[in-house]
């Protein structure tokens, strides 16, 4: 299995968003490891967040240029397809400046790691992936709290750091209440599995 670590270089930032394959955002942060498939990628980096350029769309297409243009400065987006072998290992650097904006694209460098780095490095996936699930299983509760009284000005949206869409369920009333509806299922659906395990 293949792997993507991130590495922030410069200033503390929030480092963008990757898109793999057109997936969902990944929030990108220092030290982070993503496991993918092998084979080939295509790798979407931007350092804004969907929503924000889901609003910058809508207010170009309403004929707002001006806040779109605002909403739009700064912005760096880009991507690169990656053919990833079964010990691929992508280092990507992200580069910010003292204020923590990302720069520039970031830069990456794909290695093979040998057995012994290898192994070491799934250990530090799995232990990582563990202490995840156990986390979440912690904290599932109160953010089905959050959406549930509070879900329709994104409360549970900024209490998993995922601003954009917390912005977004902000001025749109929890995206006119299905995104709320929708949140509040899948995480009650989520919290009974974590009782259960």
Known sequence: ???IIISFEGGKSTGGYLRIDGGSQIAL???LL???DEGTHR???SNKPAAISGLTNLNAALGNERTAAWMDRDTIEGSVTEN??????MLLSVV???SGNVIDMPSSETRIYSDENYE???DIYNARISMQDEYENKTVGIELLLCFFLGTIGAHKFYRKQFGWGIAYLFTGGLF???WVIDTVKLLMRFIKSRKA
């Open 29 to 31: 942060s220092d030290d």
């Open 120 to 122: 070491e490095l799934i």
């Open 34 to 36: 993503i496991a993918i």
């Open 96 to 98: 910010s400046d003292h």
């Open 43 to 45: 790798l979407d980096f």
């Open 84 to 89: 990833f072998g079964p010990r691929d290992v």
């Open 177 to 179: 209440m299905i995104g």
């Open 1 to 3: 299995m293949p792997f």
